[in-house]
């Protein structure tokens, strides 16, 4: 199978993976949102920060360089695995202990309690992470859609019941535990792979020498992503941070979903193409168009129907996320182009370069002042910027200029916000007077829909006719 089809057959899978497992998340949080309030979420998601740096921790280098390594064996898996086991065990025992402390940080005392239960998810996460790697590597991402289905369900029906019953912030904790424990289970029994009784230390200063650099960076990309919640988690109630939360969870469902899907297939397969640059930048070109052919019609659509769609699922005790939504939506166009950007650096082993550019991110604690839209428009500034910063260091790897990336993605960004723009006034003008909310959603999409394909096919955009060639003929 030719580089082009296992790239187009690990999008598909890959795309349905992210797709289907969180279209079953993100419908479990609906039922959840209209029986919790705004503030259990905010409690869950002040702890959003320590989860997701003990990943970072336990998971982000090393499994870059596991990936990155083809000729990898069972010292390098086993090392790996011993090495995880460890990590999130010391990771959740410094948690425990200072649980007072982050309780008092933000002035919630069940924060105690429920940090000691929750993070028990870094422990359960690590016994899998390497039957992971192996499937992420083989791009075998239909085996892994059988996997997060069935555990997102399980925990969702656990949670909703909780909810029911009235557990609270209780119910988001156990359902978060039991989705990690059943992904752990599943992973177990559908994979031969089994830990080795080694730990080679030579294995680990090899993968550590590249991972550290890729760790440290994934450590500040995961405490930016998060910083926002550790803002107004401290200085705004927990009602702010719910609503914050719920409409950066939504915002994220094009954004994450084309974006993860995408990064999955393609730092492996630029991993293997890394020494053929011609190569590498056709691939990661047409990549990129795709991303942007897709994630931008969808987030300015989302911005048009943001407040019946907010009415609509979660009722009007969320109507306060929605301006909150519409920026994190505009904010969210040029972030996947700018994470494809750093792959590129880390495929071609320029680790040190990339911690260099995240470090720029720090930035936002500028902008702490300006309360929580005066950080809403660093995060759309900061999209814009990084994007441009990045291409300009990985074009030079892969002779792929920073003005020739912006003209081959331009055409469609024009199209989609011009678009979007027609749509806005004809909502406002004319649709939102005479349809219930349902229909407006509906009457916009259709218009949206028909009038961004036909004028895609009109100006011949790349995208489209790639997506026809590649996709629909398969």
Not at 15 to 36: M, T
Not at 231 to 250: M, N, V
Not at 283 to 307: D, E, G, H, S, T
Request: charged residues 10%; glycine residues 6%; hydrophobic residues 50%.
């Amino acid at each position: 199978m030719s580089y082009k089809q296992r790239a187009v057959s690990g999008i598909v899978w890959a795309l349905w993976q992210q797709l289907s497992s969180k279209v079953v998340s993100f419908g479990i949080s609906i039922f959840l949102a209209r029986i919790l309030e705004p503030s259990q979420f905010g409690l869950i998601a002040m702890l959003y920060l320590f989860i997701s740096v003990g990943n970072s921790l336990l998971d982000g280098g090393l499994t870059a360089s596991l990936i990155r390594t083809t000729d990898a064996d069972q010292r390098d898996y086993s090392t790996v695995f011993y090495f995880n086991i460890i990590g999130s065990s010391i990771l959740y025992l410094i948690l425990f202990i200072t649980a007072p402390l982050i309780a008092a940080f933000y002035h919630q005392p069940l924060l105690t309690s429920v940090v000691r239960v929750y993070t028990l998810i870094l422990i359960i996460n690590a016994f899998f992470g390497v039957q992971s790697t192996l499937l992420v590597k083989d791009l075998k991402f239909k085996k892994q859609t059988n996997i997060q289905i069935p555990s997102a369900i399980g925990g969702g029906i656990l949670g909703i019941i909780l909810a029911k019953l009235g557990y609270g912030v209780w119910s988001l904790v156990w359902m978060g535990l039991c989705t990690s424990f059943l992904s752990t289970a599943i992973h177990w029994i559908t994979s031969s792979w089994r830990p080795a009784l080694i730990f080679d230390k030579a294995c680990f200063k090899k993968h550590i020498h590249f991972g550290y650099k890729m760790t440290l960076s994934g450590l500040i990309d995961t405490v930016y992503q998060n910083i926002y919640l550790i803002i107004i988690g401290k200085f705004f109630s927990a009602a702010q941070l719910g609503y914050y939360s719920r409409a950066d969870s939504i915002s994220q469902l094009p954004i994450s979903n084309i974006s993860a899907a995408i990064n999955k297939v393609t730092y492996p397969m630029f991993a293997e193409i890394s020494d053929d640059p011609v190569q590498l930048k056709n691939v990661y070109k047409r990549l990129m168009q795709q991303v942007v052919f897709w994630n931008a019609p969808a987030l300015i659509m989302l911005c048009i129907i943001a407040k019946p769609l907010f009415h609509i699922l979660l009722t009007d005790k969320w109507l306060p996320a929605v301006p909150i939504f519409q920026l994190l939506c505009i904010g969210g166009i040029m972030y996947p182009l700018h994470s494809y950007n750093l792959n590129v650096l880390k495929v071609m082993g320029q680790s040190a370069l990339f911690l260099k550019l995240e470090v720029i991110k720090i930035g936002i604690l500028c902008f702490i002042p300006f309360g929580i839209y005066g950080l809403l428009y660093f995060q759309l500034f900061f999209n814009v910027i990084a994007y441009y910063i990045n291409s300009i260091y990985s074009g030079r790897l892969i002779d792929y200029p920073v003005t020739e990336q912006i003209k081959d993605i331009l055409p469609t960004v024009v199209l989609a916000g011009g678009i979007g723009l027609c749509c806005y006034f004809l909502d406002k003008l004319v649709i939102n007077d005479f349809f219930i909310p349902t229909m407006q959603i509906g009457i916009l999409l259709i218009v949206f829909i028909a009038v961004y394909y036909s004028a895609s096919l009109l100006i011949k955009l790349s995208a489209i006719k790639d997506f026809n060639q590649l996709i629909l003929k398969r």
